[in-house]
T-cell receptor, first 118, second 114 residues
Framework: EAQVTQNPRYLITVTGKKLTVTCSQNMNHEYMSWYRQDPGLGLRQIYYSMNVEVTDKGDVPEGYKVSRKEKRNFPLILESPSPNQTSLYFC?????????????????FGPGTRLTVL | GNSVTQMEGPVTLSEEAFLTINCTYTATGYPSLFWYVQYPGEGLQLLLKATKADDKGSNKGFEATYRKETTSFHLEKGSVQVSDSAVYFCALLIYGGATNKLIFGTGTLLAVQP
């Protein structure tokens, strides 16, 4: 089954304790992205990756890191989490440049990770 | 800049009522438009999409037409069910340079009562 998986689904942690949220897709997609969802703000992009070893900042990158060593995985790293990073996080993937020409680059989302930083 | 504006929720309807959720956008160029749905406790699922002006996207009884003249992509359903209760997000996809950027509205909560 084609899907985007995230782990963990729920996480409660304390300020300053490094954590990683994993994201994996099995659709051979080039493009992957992380979003955070907050009430009244919709989804905002944190980081994205156009392909392996290519990453760039989205709209709200402060306090986050990412890496893209393999095509299927795109982990989100919080080196020193703070309470304002309490949020619902989504990973997404899409075909990327190949679909750009067709104008049909649909993004597929993971189930979400609810993070609470105390 | 590029943005999406959705009607404020929550929208509360009785079963079998007609649904409209308004969505307007501001964008340079010719974006693709999407509606995503988020059921309680789940991630976002693509509901429907339209890639050019006058296209109509449809799925599960929902429809939306890409109206370039009014920069709108309103979501409609003729008869809602309790199972349609969810948060609905309008989004546009901008193609430019090195990125395909998906920009979301703030979401509209729909609650359907039996």
């Amino acid at each position: 089954e084609a899907q985007v998986t995230q782990n963990p689904r729920y996480l409660i942690t304390v300020t300053g304790k490094k954590l990683t949220v994993t994201c994996s897709q099995n659709m051979n997609h080039e493009y992957m992205s992380w979003y955070r969802q907050d009430p009244g703000l919709g989804l905002r992009q944190i980081y994205y990756s156009m392909n392996v070893e290519v990453t760039d900042k989205g709209d709200v990158p402060e306090g986050y890191k990412v890496s893209r060593k393999e095509k299927r995985n795109f982990p989100l790293i919080l080196e020193s989490p703070s309470p304002n990073q309490t949020s619902l996080y989504f990973c997404a993937s899409s075909l990327g440049q190949g679909a750009k020409i067709l104008g049909t680059d649909t993004q597929y989302f993971g189930p979400g990770t609810r993070l609470t930083v105390l | 800049g590029n943005s999406v504006t959705q009607m404020e929720g929550p929208v509360t309807l009785s079963e079998e009522a007609f649904l409209t959720i308004n969505c307007t956008y501001t964008a340079t160029g010719y974006p693709s438009l999407f509606w995503y749905v988020q059921y309680p406790g789940e991630g976002l699922q693509l509901l429907l999409k339209a890639t050019k002006a006058d296209d109509k996207g449809s799925n599960k009884g929902f429809e939306a037409t890409y109206r370039k003249e009014t920069t709108s992509f309103h979501l409609e359903k003729g008869s809602v069910q309790v199972s349609d209760s969810a948060v609905y997000f309008c989004a546009l996809l901008i193609y430019g340079g090195a990125t395909n950027k998906l920009i979301f509205g703030t979401g509209t909560l729909l609650a359907v009562q039996p």
